[in-house]
């Protein structure tokens, strides 16, 4: 176990940590900081929830100078969400030492940005998009910056972000100090960081230890025309404190809240269609507990970190590997116990023996559920409700009524009754929902013979800003290492 005082950090930075409440480093930053204390480049593998925000922001927080009033540091973030959580956390860790971080993103007038902008802050939390805008307008100037983080940068990159990525981090100071963590580590990630790193420490996590063990992972086979049913089926058994569910598009994200609506579930639903303004009511009341699903595309939910969710639900399963990681990753958080289900049609199979080559753990299939099991779900919720209020003892006020009503009545035929008026009946409302196509094999055509690096990579000196890769291949190459074409090529071989 490592304590935060074990790494040498500052006064203010120890008084932050312990103001937040942590008491011992997580695995990635047990590792991350004191690479990063020492002034290194650095690579970690690490999805959301791992603590990874805390791991480089303690390293930006005690590096920065406060009495330094322009933009020392810079994260770069694939989503606004993940944009305003980052920065929340610095402000949070900086406060005692009077570091700030201002968050700047698309979505947001960028004259309230700029005004906001000349308050000085030490830190910039940015979407590439944004960030460039302002690069262009001179309201940023990034010629003084000495650290860059590039936060879930394999998200960046499947977003199209890479050019953006590469104009700004060619705008900055070649002697600064870069971090880049992402949940996976592909080539295209390697080959941006033997051009704009200085031979970077890598923390790699395998594939095994990036699905978090405390999450029981399932499947159901179903026909795409049954999946409705058999999920709402689904919920009224397992009764989900707090889930996301996820689906392909936005229009699939749209029908399943209204017809989940429909059938009188507790639900809101987030795209990138949404206004800001409306996706911050969404997102607050979901934390809040106001709803308990939350329906939700792949790039909605990308940097969304939000504690105590129970259940993920794959409506449709995702469209590579990596996206199943991100997804599930938001369950189970902090060693508590989660649940990751997925709707698979049976042409999609493929798909989900991909998943598992690539996690390295079964996928477990679980029997379509029935009407009745739902019924009994419901009625086994009931009686946990009346349980409850009975431990609580709030229902004091009602026993001279039931002392009454055992006058003239059964006791058992009162809880029965009881219990009927509490259990929600299986709503059968009809509802309509457009098909999706299920994914297809893909037929991959590579341009040229390059795969990811094996687990044994090292960085040399002779090229990228001072130093370069020297590779000593693996016997055998980690599945989670590959570019997805070419795990799902070897899947169906």
Same mark, same amino acid.
């Given at each position: 176990?490592?304590?935060?005082?074990?790494?040498?950090?500052?006064?203010?930075?120890?008084?932050?940590?312990?103001?937040?409440?942590?008491?011992?480093?997580?695995?990635?930053?047990?590792?991350?900081?004191?690479?990063?204390? #020492?002034?290194?480049?650095?690579?970690?593998?690490?999805?959301?929830?791992?603590?990874?925000?805390?791991?480089?922001?303690?390293?930006?927080?005690?590096?920065?100078?406060?009495?330094?009033? !322009?933009?020392?540091?810079?994260?770069?973030?694939?989503?606004?969400?993940?944009?305003?959580?980052?920065?929340?956390?610095?402000?949070?860790?900086?406060?005692?030492?009077?570091?700030?971080?201002?968050?700047?993103?698309?979505?947001?007038?960028?004259?309230?940005?700029?005004?906001?902008?000349?308050?000085?802050?030490?830190?910039?939390?940015?979407?590439?998009?944004?960030?460039?805008?302002?690069?262009?307008?001179?309201?940023?100037?990034?010629?003084?910056?000495?650290?860059?983080?590039?936060?879930?940068?394999?998200?960046?990159?499947?977003?199209?972000?890479?050019?953006?990525?590469?104009?700004?981090?060619?705008?900055?100071?070649?002697?600064?100090?870069?971090?880049?963590?992402?949940?996976?580590?592909?080539?295209?990630?390697?080959?941006?960081?033997?051009?704009?790193?200085?031979?970077?420490?890598?923390?790699?996590?395998?594939?095994?230890?990036?699905?978090?063990?405390?999450?029981?992972?399932?499947?159901?086979?179903?026909?795409?025309?049954?999946?409705?049913?058999?999920?709402?089926?689904?919920?009224?058994?397992?009764?989900?404190?707090?889930?996301?569910?996820?689906?392909?598009?936005?229009?699939?994200?749209?029908?399943?809240?209204?017809?989940?609506?429909?059938?009188?579930?507790?639900?809101?639903?987030?795209?990138?269609?949404?206004?800001?303004?409306?996706?911050?009511?969404?997102?607050?009341?979901?934390?809040?507990?106001?709803?308990?699903?939350?329906?939700?595309?792949?790039?909605?939910?990308?940097?969304?970190?939000?504690?105590?969710?129970?259940?993920? !639900?794959?409506?449709?399963?995702?469209?590579?590997?990596?996206?199943?990681?991100?997804?599930?990753?938001?369950?189970?958080?902090?060693?508590?116990?989660?649940?990751?289900?997925?709707?698979?049609?049976?042409?999609?199979?493929?798909?989900? #023996?991909?998943?598992?080559?690539?996690?390295?753990?079964?996928?477990?299939?679980?029997?379509?559920?029935?009407?009745?099991?739902?019924?009994? =779900?419901?009625?086994?919720?009931?009686?946990?409700?009346?349980?409850?209020?009975?431990?609580?003892?709030?229902?004091?006020?009602?026993?001279?009524?039931?002392?009454?009503?055992?006058?003239?009545?059964?006791?058992?035929?009162?809880?029965?009754?009881?219990?009927?008026?509490?259990?929600?009946?299986?709503?059968?409302?009809?509802?309509?929902?457009?098909?999706?196509?299920?994914? /297809?094999?893909?037929?991959?055509?590579?341009?040229?013979?390059? /795969? =990811? !690096?094996?687990?044994?990579?090292?960085?040399?000196?002779?090229?990228? #800003?001072?130093?370069?890769?020297?590779?000593?291949?693996?016997?055998?190459?980690?599945?989670?290492? #590959?570019? !997805?074409?070419?795990?799902?090529?070897?899947?169906?071989?």
């Amino acid at each position: 176990m490592t304590i935060f005082s074990d790494f040498g950090l500052s006064g203010p930075v120890i008084r932050s940590i312990n103001n937040m409440g942590f008491e011992e480093a997580t695995p990635i930053q047990e590792q991350a900081i004191p690479i990063g204390l #020492r002034g290194l480049d650095l690579i970690g593998q690490a999805h959301t929830g791992t603590g990874k925000t805390a791991a480089f922001g303690i390293t930006m927080v005690e590096f920065l100078e406060v009495e330094l009033e !322009y933009v020392q540091a810079v994260v770069l973030t694939p989503t606004r969400e993940l944009a305003i959580q980052v920065a929340e956390e610095l402000n949070k860790i900086g406060q005692f030492k009077g570091i700030r971080a201002l968050p700047v993103y698309g979505g947001q007038e960028i004259t309230r940005q700029i005004r906001a902008l000349k308050n000085r802050p030490q830190i910039i939390v940015a979407t590439p998009g944004r960030l460039m805008d302002h690069m262009r307008r001179k309201t940023v100037r990034l010629n003084r910056v000495r650290m860059v983080v590039l936060d879930e940068a394999d998200e960046m990159l499947n977003m199209g972000f890479v050019e953006d990525i590469e104009t700004i981090l060619t705008g900055m100071p070649e002697e600064r100090q870069t971090l880049l963590f992402s949940a996976t580590i592909p080539s295209d990630i390697l080959n941006l960081a033997k051009r704009f790193m200085k031979q970077p420490e890598i923390i790699r996590i395998e594939g095994k230890q990036v699905t978090v063990a405390a999450i029981e992972q399932s499947y159901l086979e179903v026909e795409e025309r049954q999946k409705f049913d058999v999920f709402c089926r689904l919920l009224d058994i397992q009764s989900p404190d707090r889930s996301i569910v996820f689906g392909r598009t936005k229009r699939r994200v749209d029908e399943l809240f209204e017809a989940l609506t429909k059938r009188g579930y507790s639900v809101e639903a987030i795209h990138g269609d949404l206004a800001q303004s409306k996706r911050d009511q969404v997102m607050r009341r979901f934390k809040e507990g106001a709803v308990e699903l939350l329906v939700a595309t792949d790039v909605a939910a990308r940097g969304l970190d939000i504690s105590d969710v129970t259940h993920i !639900y794959n409506f449709d399963i995702p469209q590579d590997p990596e996206s199943y990681v991100h997804r599930i990753g938001r369950t189970g958080r902090a060693g508590k116990a989660g649940v990751a289900v997925s709707l698979v049609t049976p042409r999609e199979i493929y798909q989900l #023996r991909v998943i598992e080559k690539m996690t390295g753990k079964k996928i477990n299939r679980r029997p379509v559920p029935t009407l009745k099991e739902a019924i009994e =779900g419901q009625q086994r919720l009931a009686m946990e409700k009346l349980l409850q209020v009975v431990e609580n003892g709030s229902a004091g006020n009602y026993k001279d009524l039931a002392i009454s009503l055992l006058e003239e009545n059964e006791a058992e035929d009162l809880l029965a009754a009881a219990l009927k008026m509490l259990t929600k009946e299986p709503d059968r409302t009809p509802v309509t929902l457009t098909e999706e196509r299920p994914l /297809r094999r893909k037929q991959v055509k590579y341009s040229s013979g390059k /795969r =990811g !690096y094996g687990r044994n990579e090292s960085f040399s000196k002779g090229s990228g #800003r001072t130093g370069g890769y020297s590779t000593a291949r693996a016997k055998k190459k980690s599945f989670a290492e #590959r570019p !997805y074409q070419t795990a799902c090529r070897n899947a169906v071989k």
